[in-house]
Antibody, heavy 126, light 110 residues
Framework: QVQLQQSGPGLVKPSQTLSLTCAISGDSVSNNSAAWNWIRQSPSRGFQWLGK?????????DYEVSVKSRIGINPDISKNQFSLQLNSLTPEDTAVYYCARADYGTAGYRGAYDIWGRGTMVTVSS | QSVLTQPPSVSGAPGQRVTISCTGS?????????VHWYQHLPGTAPKLLIYGNNNRPSGVPDRFSGSKSGTSASLAITGLQAEDEADYYCQSYDSSLSAVFGTGTKVTVL
């Protein structure tokens, strides 16, 4: 079955860049009916969608407006994974970060997040 | 920052029926976008419970059902069981096609 394995640091200093990776097994990052997302959860903001990368004959990205100036989500086809970079971190970026698949296929889930990683608790502190 | 409003908590005795509301606006649910529901136990990955307003993924018991009307949606759990104790979140989209989530509801089985 499809699984997502997250990796990355749990503690990052303010003003630095967060880098997380989500390795995919059982599916392909180039699946042209899926999108690969990053979502975070914090007590103050609840769940917040951050952005996605997806392949539809070429690669696309969409980002949430409030983080658009400091986020990058990139696929790595050779390793079948995708990554999140979030720069200029502040303590307000402290959250649990999840990667998740959205399936838009004809036998899929109409864009719902059907597969999730287990989450990475990221604390922004000096 | 959650855009969709849910009651903070609902509770019921085993076997009872509980419902969770999810209230949005004309720029998200009311604009015709699908509503999905997730079950979440803290420390674990969220689990897709209902997709496309009223569809259950394979393996989700038929005790769970969803509906949508106007700018709101609802999740119903019938025959409440102890294992249903968890947090539940609705999710839809806004006019910029950004995903938006509900504030979350904690279900307690008495």
């Amino acid at each position: 079955q499809v699984q997502l394995q997250q990796s990355g640091p749990g503690l990052v200093k303010p003003s630095q860049t967060l880098s997380l990776t989500c390795a995919i097994s059982g599916d392909s990052v180039s699946n042209n009916s899926a999108a690969w997302n990053w979502i975070r959860q914090s007590p103050s903001r609840g769940f917040q969608w951050l952005g996605k990368t997806f392949y539809r004959s070429k690669w696309y990205n969409d980002y949430e407006v409030s983080v658009k100036s400091r986020i990058g989500i990139n696929p790595d086809i050779s390793k079948n994974q995708f990554s999140l970079q979030l720069n200029s971190l502040t303590p307000e970026d402290t959250a649990v970060y999840y990667c998740a698949r959205a399936d838009y296929g004809t036998a899929g889930y109409r864009g719902a997040y059907d597969i999730w990683g287990r989450g990475t608790m990221v604390t922004v502190s000096s | 920052q959650s855009v969709l409003t849910q009651p903070p908590s609902v509770s019921g005795a085993p076997g009872q029926r509980v419902t969770i509301s999810c209230t949005g606006s004309s720029s998200n649910i009311g604009a015709g976008y699908d509503v999905h529901w997730y079950q979440h136990l803290p420390g674990t990955a969220p689990k897709l419970l209902i997709y496309g307003n009223n569809n259950r993924p394979s393996g989700v018991p038929d005790r769970f059902s969803g509906s949508k009307s106007g700018t709101s949606a609802s999740l119903a759990i019938t025959g409440l069981q102890a294992e249903d104790e968890a947090d539940y979140y609705c999710q839809s989209y806004d006019s910029s096609l950004s995903a938006v989530f509900g504030t979350g509801t904690k279900v307690t089985v008495l």
